[in-house]
T-cell receptor, first 112, second 115 residues
Framework: GQSLEQPSEVTAVEGAIVQINCTYQ??????LSWYQQHDGGAPTFLSY????GLEETGRFSSFLSRSDSYGYLLLQELQMKDSASYFC?????????????FGTGTRLTVIP | KAGVTQTPRYLIKTRGQQVTLSCSPI?????VSWYQQTPGQGLQFLFE???????NKGNFPGRFSGRQFSNSRSEMNVSTLELGDSALYLC??????????????FGPGTRLTVL
């Protein structure tokens, strides 16, 4: 089977940096995606890592270590609007290359 | 480019009924995937359609089915509704050459309540 683990809740201060970790277990791993979802909204794509290393997109960065089955999402210069749920999701042979197996999500609360 | 659209946005049904949900992908996208989101189980993959064929399937009972039309629009059907089918149903489209790098873009979802 497949499994993903990420913290259920994280609280951080506006302007700070927060890291959301994700460990996974799967076979036929293709890559790790990150999505943001505000309450009542649709998941929005943030980043995708297929290879080891860091990917940077503005204030958001994502890291992958395939050998450790581990990744993280780094959010810098936190803003109140970043309060949302963040999901890591694997692409693997088990669900087909194009589809996503999601973690349970991390609820990020940004406080003033 | 218009995003992924889903109709209806909200539905209330009773146990035993059936329901059909619709999804229109981003123009040019040929793959449509469906997901169920519940507080207890999170986001779970239902199935994927590509070029009118089911390409992948998640671990859901046969009461959940879908289809895709020649214009890439997709429908999913749930028969004999159960209380546990109450969920947000999301569809996602991608251009999908089948590459694992194709990004999936999600629609706003259909909120189904089963009474």
């Amino acid at each position: 089977g497949q499994s993903l683990e990420q913290p259920s809740e994280v609280t951080a201060v506006e302007g700070a940096i927060v890291q959301i970790n994700c460990t996974y277990q799967t076979s036929g791993f293709y890559g790790l995606s990150w999505y943001q979802q505000h309450d009542g909204g649709a998941p929005t794509f943030l980043s995708y890592n297929a290879l080891d290393g860091l990917e940077e997109t503005g204030r958001f960065s994502s890291f992958l270590s395939r050998s450790d089955s581990y990744g993280y999402l780094l959010l810098q210069e936190l803003q109140m609007k970043d309060s949302a749920s963040y999901f890591c999701a694997v692409r693997s042979f088990q669900t087909g290359a194009n589809n996503l197996f999601f973690g349970t999500g991390t609820r990020l609360t940004v406080i003033p | 480019k218009a995003g992924v659209t889903q109709t209806p946005r909200y539905l209330i049904k009773t146990r035993g009924q059936q329901v059909t949900l619709s999804c229109s992908p981003i123009s040019g996208h040929r793959s449509v995937s469906w997901y169920q989101q519940t507080p207890g189980q999170g986001l779970q993959f239902l199935f994927e359609y590509f070029s009118e064929t089911q390409r992948n399937k998640g671990n859901f009972p046969g009461r959940f089915s879908g289809r895709q039309f020649s214009n890439s629009r997709s429908e999913m059907n749930v028969s004999t509704l159960e209380l546990g089918d109450s969920a947000l149903y999301l569809c996602a489209s991608s251009s999908s050459s089948g590459s694992s790098t194709d990004t999936q873009y999600f629609g706003p979802g259909t909120r189904l309540t089963v009474l």
